[in-house]
Every structure is written in C-alpha cells, then in structure tokens.
C-alpha cells in the first residue's frame, strides 16, 4: 500500500515504551514532515470525527500556503497496527507581547527601536498557524491520553533540540477538551496560560423571527433599526444568480467566486489585520486560494454587494451541524454606511438558523457585537514552556503579566429563560439603569466595556 510505503520511507519510528492497556500493544509513533505524506482516509478516520479543521483538505489548505514560513511535523501514533492518536506541529517566529495592551505594550514598542527582536521567538506549536480556537491533537480513545501526551512532549522537546527553537506550546484549549487529560502537561513544568476567550451560541430556534421574539427589548430594538435600513425585518440572504440581484442598496448574498473571488477575500480580510489589536499570524493569499479550492463543499461566502461592489464578506463553515464563522473580511471606508457590519452578522445567524444548524461559532474578536447578537464566552488557554531554565524562569514569574485573563462582561441578549435552560448561564438578573445604559450603548457603538463603564460611574 501507498501509505505503508511512505511510512517505511519517511518516517522515523521511536523506542517504544511499555502500554498501560492490558492485553494491547505499546505506543508507537511515526513523524512525518508533510501531510502530502500521509494517507488522507487513515489521517481521517480518526480527524474528520472531531471538527473540519483537523481534516487533511483544511491541514493541506495551510501547509500548501507556507503560512507565515512556517515549518510542519505530523505525528501519528500506533498501538500495533490501529492509528489512536494524531498531532499536527508547526514553528513560527511570535512576539510574546501580543496580548499586553496599554502602557506596557507602548513601552516594548519603543524598546523595539533599539532592539527590534525584543520578545520575539520561534515557538515548536502542537497546532497550526492559524489563530481560529482549534487545537492540533486528536486521540481516539481518552484512555490513551496520558501515554500519548508523554510520548507527544519527548517528540517535541528532540524537534526543538534539533532545530535550535527556544519554547514549546500546546494551543488552544477549553472545557470541550478536558477528556484529553491535556492538564497532565504541567507535569512536564509547561504553564497554563490565559489565551482571548471564545464565543459561541446555541441555536435552538426554527426561524428568525422566534430567534428576536427571545431577545431582550434593547438587543432587539437596535437589530431592527439597522435592518430597517435596508428595507427589512430580517434578513434576506439573496441565492440567485448574481445577474439578478444587482442593486443599489447593500444585499446579502451567498456569493460564488464570481461574486467575490479568493482575491477580493483576501484584500478586505487585510483590511481586517490592519485594524486588529491582537493577532498571532497574518495569511496569505495563497491561503484563501486554497481554502476555496480544498474546503468549497463545506464552505459558503456571505457577502454584503452593492451594486457589484462587495462591502464585507464572511466565510463560513457548516459540519456536524455547527456552523464555524471562520473569517471576515471588510471595507472600512464603508463600513458604517447601512450598518455593512452589523447586517452580516445578522445574516450569519439567520443562516444558520436556515441551515438547520444546532450551533454557531463565532470566533475571537470582535467581542462585544458578537455577545450581541447572542455570543457567549468559552475561556481558552494553552500551555507554554521555555527550553532553557534562564528563559523559562522569567517566563513563569511574569505570565500574569504576558498572558492576563481576559474577562467580558457579560451581555444580557435573552430574556429571563429565554437560554438559561440551554447554557446554564443566569441570564436572568437585577436591572439597573447603569446596567442597561451598558447594554444598550456599548451594541449602538460597538465600544468596548471599559470605555462604557467609565462613562456610567461618571453619569451615577
């Protein structure tokens, strides 16, 4: 077989070691430096199961693009003859300032003056470098979590030896992992760091209209209003041909690469990273083209057209009914024309409430606009540790300071039960006028909380 073939060829099996499991062979693993070396079917029979990004046409997808001139490894580990676990690996150069704001940040920029690599270094990643809450591990049986995890760190540490890279990180994890063990790493003097929460919201609901009849008067109040602007009270997600929905006024549409082309994706999607305050790594153009290409029968692109002019645009991913809000690209010099972005987001809902979906996820930032239209926060962190003692103690006595948890303040989007019983969440809670003061204009404005609870404590 092809795959036996490049096994035997390519890769490099280490000493085995003794399996906890009675009756069952001791692990095994095989390191591979690409995934064009690995047989799709074996790489998804244990992958496809967990999410489209862990698939081999999503993997390729970055890999072929050279993301951030990164380097790739690809571990399988075996028991005997059966594949129960996988690990995608990737190194790239990273500033470890990326989440500190304020002062701090001000003052590293201007050391960077002088010393233009301060903080900055290659870091050997269990993940890709691609920054959409996902991590790079999948095992098949949580009762092999802890061998495998052993087995995965002494790769990584002779992968970092070898190629001379300083830290080694496992990223990005949340609650929906814990039965992977991944806590077991700080066994091995990894820290637990804070990384931007996730949002995510259930959607339990058989159209739009019940979706506003849950929200809260002011969430619902300001939806209406930006949809009014268009001429509507929903949605209208256009799926014509683009010939016949040619108009005046912005109009969702579900677009074709006639309609909006890898191309014209990826230059509002840098207009995008030219505003962000956070951001890991950047893609490339080559990316998108692949991303078309690989993903086009679990992908839709929905854009807001004016005339033939595209003003925003969103990729979105439908699998295992979970819709993935995966990337957005905008044209700011339109963007507050017709409310383009708050529309999309509207549009995004709406059509995954048309697709029969039970959940939408809707990425990092921005935080505030996504809580409003029902959002909710899933905490992420990863797990980091220097490979020198003289790096890794720093890095332990100011990880408050280089990784801070980041909190939201919560939005109160439903109704008293409206979701409650769905998330577990207390929607319900005493109202204040400085409470709804919040609510009501950090969804106008879309500012941050900060900015808005200021402006209270001095309005009391």
């Known amino acids: 077989m092809k795959t036996s073939f490049l096994i035997k060829q390519l890769s490099r099996i280490s000493e085995n070691f003794t399996s906890p499991h009675f009756g069952e062979m001791p692990l095994r693993v095989v390191r591979l430096q690409s995934i064009h070396d690995?047989?799709?079917k074996l790489w998804d029979s244990i992958n496809a199961k967990k999410d489209l990004f862990h698939t081999h046409r999503f993997i390729r997808s970055v890999e072929d693009a050279k993301v951030e001139n990164s380097n790739f490894w690809y571990l399988l580990f075996y028991s005997g003859e059966t594949l129960v676990g996988t690990a995608v690996l990737s190194s790239f150069i990273v500033s470890l300032d990326l989440f500190i704001g304020g002062i701090i940040q001000k003052f590293i920029l201007a050391l960077r003056l002088f010393l233009p690599h301060l903080l900055k270094v290659r870091i050997l990643f269990c993940g890709l470098p691609i920054s959409i809450g996902k991590n790079g591990l999948a095992i098949s049986n949580p009762s092999w979590s802890e061998e495998l995890l052993r087995f995965l760190v002494k790769e990584m540490d002779q992968i970092a030896h070898k190629h001379k890279i300083q830290m080694i990180c496992f990223k990005e994890f949340s609650k929906d992992n814990e039965d992977q063990d991944i806590g077991i790493l700080t066994k091995f003097q990894?820290?637990?760091a804070n990384s931007i929460p996730y949002l995510r919201m259930k959607i339990p609901?058989?159209?739009?209209?019940?979706?506003?009849?849950a929200m809260r008067h002011n969430y619902r109040r300001h939806m209406l209003r930006s949809l009014k602007k268009w001429g509507h009270s929903e949605p209208m997600i256009q799926t014509r041909p683009f010939s016949e929905t040619i108009s005046d006024k912005p109009a969702l549409i579900l677009a074709d690469p006639s309609v909006c082309s890898h191309q014209q994706f990826y230059e509002l999607y840098l207009a995008v990273m030219d505003h962000a305050d956070i951001k890991l790594e950047t893609l490339n153009e080559?990316?998108?083209?692949?991303?078309?290409?690989?993903?086009?029968?679990d992908m839709e692109v929905l854009a807001v057209v004016e005339g033939k002019q595209v003003l925003a645009a969103a990729i979105l991913t439908v699998y295992h009914n979970v819709m993935t809000f995966l990337l957005a690209g905008l044209d700011y010099t339109k963007l507050k024309e017709s409310d383009v972005y708050f529309n999309l987001l509207y549009g995004i809902v709406s059509r995954a409430i048309q697709r029969g979906c039970t959940r939408l996820d809707l990425g990092q930032t921005p935080y505030w606009l996504k809580q409003c239209i029902g959002g909710q926060e899933t905490p992420v962190y990863f797990f980091i540790r220097a490979e020198r003692w003289y790096l890794h103690r720093p890095l332990k006595t100011f990880q408050f300071m280089l990784f801070p948890e980041r909190k939201l303040q919560p939005a109160h989007v439903f109704r008293d039960g409206g979701l409650s019983n769905l998330s577990g969440l207390p929607f319900a809670r005493e109202r204040t006028p400085d409470a709804d003061f919040l609510d009501s204009n950090m969804y106008r404005k879309g500012e941050n909380y900060e900015t808005h609870a200021y402006k209270a404590k001095n309005r009391s």
Not at 205 to 213: C, D, E, V
Request: no cysteine.
């Open 205 to 213: 609901w058989r159209n739009f209209q019940s979706y506003l009849a």
């Open 190 to 192: 990894f820290i637990r």
């Open 38 to 40: 690995v047989d799709e």
């Open 286 to 297: 080559a990316f998108f083209e692949n991303l078309y290409k690989n993903i086009n029968q």
